[in-house]
């Protein structure tokens, strides 16, 4: 696997994303607001929130890609962070290429144990949505996007399920690893 072509280390951090997000909205047009807080949450701090019990996380996994069902093309890795360094790794193309889930589920595990996420990070990422809901074609409002920031701000920024609508257009199944621990 190769990294994106997305990534242009030209790119100043705003348009690396703006980029980010312009490619995710084009590929997943019934995005909702959430969808995007959830990429730009798991862009900012990994997959810390999804691993407790490593057993667990591991029957989860294994579960999951017993009950793949089909979706629309997706390629192996979505790039999610404007540096490059996290990525969603969807499963149907990853297994479909005889990659190993021991090796994802390592990279799973580690990035939830070693990647830096922070908040700082994510209200820096939110503030380059919100300046793209300004003229743009994202099926929600920047009302409704800063509402939505402003209610996971006041939880403390909790990590959220796709929409339903999302959910059943496109069967997300990935996880979020920084792209450097897939030992491929």
């Not at 793949?68 to 193309?93: C, K, M, T």
């Not at 820096?124 to 743009?136: H, I, P, V």
């Amino acid at each position: 696997m190769v990294k994106s072509d997305l990534i242009d280390p030209n790119l100043s951090e705003e348009e690396a994303f703006r980029r980010i997000i312009a490619l995710q909205t084009k590929r997943y047009p019934l995005m909702e607001v959430q969808d995007l807080y959830k990429l730009i949450h798991q862009a900012s701090m990994g997959s810390e929130h999804a691993v407790h019990d490593l057993e667990v996380t591991r029957t989860f996994l294994e579960l999951e890609v017993i009950e793949l069902v089909e979706a629309p093309d997706e390629p192996v890795q979505d790039i999610i962070s404007p540096d490059g360094r996290i990525a969603r790794i969807n499963l149907r193309p990853y297994l479909a290429s005889n990659a190993s889930l021991d090796k994802l589920f390592d990279a799973f595990v580690r990035t939830a144990n070693d990647f830096d996420g922070n908040t700082k990070r994510l209200k820096r990422y939110w503030s380059y949505a919100e300046q793209l809901t300004r003229g743009s074609t994202f099926t929600f409002s920047s009302t409704a996007l800063q509402t939505f920031f402003t209610q996971m701000d006041d939880q403390g920024f909790p990590a959220v399920h796709h929409s339903a609508a999302y959910s059943a257009a496109y069967q997300p199944a990935y996880r979020v690893i920084v792209y450097a621990f897939l030992d491929i």
